[in-house]
């Protein structure tokens, strides 16, 4: 991971993605790039173990679900700036069900590892993206894109 590898991810643009972005939620072009850019930083970052998309940034989770249907583009971003493909992978029902027994069996426990984890993604934005990116990550968007907020931006 070096800056000038940050620096080429940022620099790419791709103006359909930011077009059925802005058809699905309510945003202006400005704010469909602005969560392009936190999105293609989240990409970057995914190269290091350990990260995940914590709640805080399901408005990032959003566009990265929106920039993987253009699948072509989106592979070949992967392959360039990566070399390699970026899966997205939901929990399968089992994995869900271990969670909900593992989490009944000690909820204390789950709740620390989650920070630990959480803890870990904070500390890697901060290392690799600054602190600007983890106040707009963490105390920012979680309240412009709650859950609620990014229900009322849905179009349809």
Request: aromatic letters at 14%; glycine letters at 2%; charged letters at 25%.
């Amino acid at each position: 991971m070096t800056q000038q590898q940050l620096e080429a991810i940022l620099a790419y643009k791709n103006d359909d993605v930011i077009s059925r972005f802005t058809d699905q939620f309510n945003v202006t072009d400005n704010e469909a790039e602005d969560i392009f850019i936190e999105t293609k930083k989240f990409l970057y970052l995914c190269q290091l173990p350990g990260i995940f998309i914590p709640d805080e940034l399901l408005i990032v989770d959003e566009m990265w679900h929106n920039f993987i249907l253009f699948t072509k583009v989106y592979h070949q971003f992967c392959q360039e700036h990566f070399g390699r493909y970026f899966h997205h992978l939901p929990a399968s029902k089992v994995e869900k069900v271990q969670q909900k027994l593992y989490t009944a069996a000690d909820p204390e426990k789950v709740r620390n590892e989650f920070n630990e984890k959480l803890s870990q993604v904070i500390g890697s934005a901060y290392d690799h993206l600054g602190a600007d990116t983890v106040v707009k990550w963490f105390k920012i968007y979680p309240q412009q894109y709650s859950k609620p907020a990014i229900t009322a931006l849905r179009k349809y």
